[in-house]
């Protein structure tokens, strides 16, 4: 009988926030099961194993991600939009290291896994902070597959300890989203 109290979503949360503590690659069930307080087999009754447990909370991360920039550039356009995405992007790999590392090691099963929906949610996050530019539909993608590279690419370095040069890391990730949306507008304005 299951616990009172544990549900499914509860029990993958307890997750992603152990994972953000300890990391993604120390996550067990055992280790789990002690942070709630129950024995190991008690968690099978809400999650099918490790690998089950792992691709909850990568779901759960991406909606969670997807929530974050949302949030951050609702009203906004443009530079604006693309400034507060970023921004919103970085802080959120910040707190969330572990959840980050879940999210991306997850693979959809196919296509009515929930992970592609909770993927497509952060595309279309992405998508919304680059509409103001009114990009060419068919350079979008580039746009879109940029700025994960360069966005997530400096705050998965930065979250490991990657920036050791004197200069302040902020100025560096303003200086980055500036040349981004220059390049943009740049790219916007056609020949």
């Not at 009172?4 to 992603?16: K, Q, R």
């Not at 991600?65 to 992007?89: C, S, V, W």
């Not at 910040?94 to 090691?105: D, I, K």
């Not at 997850?106 to 902070?129: F, T």
Request: glycine share 10%.
């Amino acid at each position: 009988m299951p616990r009172p109290g544990l549900t499914t979503a509860s029990v993958t949360e307890a997750a992603a926030e152990l994972v953000d503590e300890i990391g993604f690659e120390q996550l067990s069930m055992g280790v789990l099961a002690e942070r709630l307080g129950v024995r190991t087999p008690s968690l099978y009754k809400h999650v099918a194993g490790q690998a089950d447990l792992a691709h909850r909370i990568a779901v759960l991360t991406h909606h969670q991600f997807a929530d974050a920039i949302r949030d951050a550039i609702q009203g906004r356009a443009g530079g604006e939009a693309l400034a507060a995405g970023a921004q919103a992007m970085r802080k959120w790999v910040l707190e969330h290291p572990g959840r980050y590392t879940a999210g991306n090691a997850a693979r959809a099963s196919g296509p009515d896994d929930p992970l592609v929906a909770a993927v497509e949610r952060v595309v279309a996050s992405w998508a919304a902070m680059v509409r103001g530019y009114r990009l060419n539909p068919a350079q979008e993608i580039h746009a879109l597959r940029m700025m994960r590279s360069a966005l997530l690419g400096f705050a998965t370095v930065e979250a490991a300890g990657g920036f050791q040069f004197d200069a302040a890391v902020d100025d560096s990730f303003t200086w980055m989203i500036n040349f981004i949306d220059e390049g943009l507008r740049t790219i916007a304005a056609g020949p």
